[in-house]
């Protein structure tokens, strides 16, 4: 009868073990699996009391992927849902009349902890300042008639697809 218990045990031990593994994965895998809708602003922004002015054209690349670059104009925002924590932004600023790359600054940024309260700076990456996310402009409350010189609200894309404000 001792060996009855001993074996049950160990049954009880290696199933708890097993199911710890399946709950550590889970974990890892909703960390490399989760979708951050990302706020990208091109107009003029003081961070850390240093005033950067919004870049006139320029063209971003996120994660080495040419193919889906996308070019920004002064006063641009733009929604992107990107898969995962870590990116690497890649800001070219480009000549309007030619295209040709005058400067190309590239950022690596991660994203964990990131809410939609806060919003990457295109001017802020250019003139490489060490922070790059500032706050987005409040939302009118609802039912509120927004002042002269409240922001312009920020709203949500829900298709999914790239989105130009």
């Known amino acids: ?3 009855g218990r001993s074996f049950s045990a160990r049954r ?3 199933g708890a073990v097993l199911l710890a593994c399946l709950v550590a994965v889970a974990f890892l895998m909703y960390g490399i699996g989760k979708e951050y809708e990302v706020l990208i602003d091109n107009k003029s922004v003081s ?3 240093r005033e950067y002015g919004a870049v006139p054209y320029c063209s971003l690349v996120i994660d080495h992927d040419e193919r889906k670059a996308v070019d920004m104009r002064e006063d641009d925002r733009i929604i992107i849902k990107m898969t995962g924590k870590t990116h690497t932004f890649v800001v070219k600023v480009l000549n309007e009349d030619d295209e040709s790359v005058i400067k190309t600054i590239e950022r690596r ?3 964990d902890g990131y809410s939609g309260a806060l919003m990457l700076s295109i ?3 250019s003139g490489e300042s060490p922070e790059i996310f500032v706050p987005t402009p409040r939302r009118p ?5 927004p002042a002269e010189n ?3 609200p920020v709203t949500d894309g829900t298709d ?3 989105q130009s404000f």
């Not at 409350?141 to 008639?145: D, K, P, Y």
């Open 109 to 111: 940024v991660e994203l």
């Open 47 to 49: 961070v850390g009391g």
């Open 141 to 145: 409350a609802e039912g509120r008639v």
């Open 160 to 162: 999914g697809a790239l």
């Open 150 to 152: 409240d922001e312009e």
């Open 1 to 3: 009868m001792a060996s």
């Open 123 to 125: 001017p802020a990456v």
């Open 12 to 14: 009880m031990a290696a």
